[in-house]
């Protein structure tokens, strides 16, 4: 486990699932409000998901506690989206298998700030470039393209997801080669 700033990161389990849901959907309600529509919103939420337990069981997903209140999660996959859950209808695959996909970067809004997002990056970059991944990319919603450009990610495309009965959600395929200045 590591300790920083007051908060513990650790793998994540299984029975993190629920509460792990539970975040995901208070951070996307809270910091995509201005960039997406309500509707978009619970489609997105609805028909695509936040977590995909594969990268639970894999090891490769992590989660940030504030005493015994789970308040971040974010991590990697070796393959397959970036976005979604295993079940998704979402077909938005890496560019190559050698290119780890960041997954699923959640924080409570009530500890936004406070470097639990850029610590999960920091640690599944890490994990990822011990099992020998070099690069990263990711699909960021809007409102975290700022975040992710200040740590070395460059935008690649502007993808629109169909996610549903709802407009597309509009969001950048990001991109980051490891040793990149953030």
């Not at 506690?65 to 890496?94: Q, Y």
């Not at 470039?129 to 200040?150: C, D, K, M, S, W």
Request: glycine share 8%; with cysteine.
């Amino acid at each position: 486990m590591l300790c920083f700033n007051g908060f513990a990161l650790r793998r994540a389990t299984e029975g993190d699932l629920q509460a792990l849901l539970d975040l995901h959907a208070m951070a996307v309600h809270s910091q995509a409000i201005g960039y997406y529509t309500s509707h978009q919103i619970e489609t997105y939420l609805r028909n695509i998901g936040t977590i995909d337990t594969a990268i639970i069981a894999a090891g490769t997903y992590f989660v940030v506690l504030s005493g015994e209140e789970l308040v971040g999660s974010g991590g990697w996959s070796p393959t397959g989206s970036c976005l979604g859950t295993a079940d998704s209808p979402l077909t938005d695959n890496v560019s190559t298998p050698a290119v780890a996909a960041m997954r699923a970067y959640f924080v409570n809004p009530r500890h936004a700030r406070r470097g639990i997002a850029r610590t999960l990056l920091d640690h599944a970059e890490t994990d990822a470039r011990q099992a020998g991944f070099a690069a990263f990319e990711l699909q960021a919603t809007l409102n975290a393209v700022p975040f992710y450009v200040r740590h070395g990610y460059q935008p690649i495309e502007a993808v629109n997801l169909d996610v549903g009965d709802c407009p597309p959600v509009p969001s950048i395929k990001m991109r980051k080669v490891s040793g990149a200045v953030h």
